[in-house]
Nanobody
Framework: QVQLVESGGGLVQAGGSLRLSCAAS????????MGWFRQAPGKEREFVAA????????YYADSVKGRFTISRDNAKNTVYLQMDSLKTEDTAVYCC???????????????????WGQGTQVTVSS
């Protein structure tokens, strides 16, 4: 079993930055592909970013490309989401997710992930 705990959310003005962290339990974190998803009020959850187990490949939604950066520290069992140039439309609950196997997966769909965190609220004010 894997437990994921997000932190780092909060209230920020448009144009500002936040860094989200997702701490994972378990000794095999380095084998997992990791992703971030978000869900805004009244909307479906959507893909934000993903990273392969080695960190060598990363993927982003078009809406955040160039503004968000996903990274991981396998020694700390943690994945990060650096969010810069935040916009009001980035307001959402952000969840991290773990895929026990990234092989053959695009990592852009919810069903590809096996474990989910509870989420952290990000609010961007104008």
């Amino acid at each position: 079993q894997v437990q994921l705990v997000e932190s780092g959310g909060g209230l920020v003005q448009a144009g500002g930055s936040l860094r989200l962290s997702c701490a994972a339990s378990g000794r095999t974190f380095s084998n997992y592909a990791m992703g971030w998803f978000r869900q805004a009020p009244g909307k479906e959850r959507e893909f934000v970013a993903a990273i392969r187990w080695s960190g060598s490949s990363t993927y982003y939604a078009d809406s955040v490309k160039g503004r968000f950066t996903i990274s991981r520290d396998n020694a700390k069992n943690t994945v990060y989401l650096q969010m810069d140039s935040l916009k009001t439309e980035d307001t959402a609950v952000y969840c991290c997710a773990a895929a026990t196997s990234g092989y053959g997966r695009s990592l852009k769909w919810e069903y590809e992930y096996d474990y989910w965190g509870q989420g952290t609220q990000v609010t961007v004010s104008s």
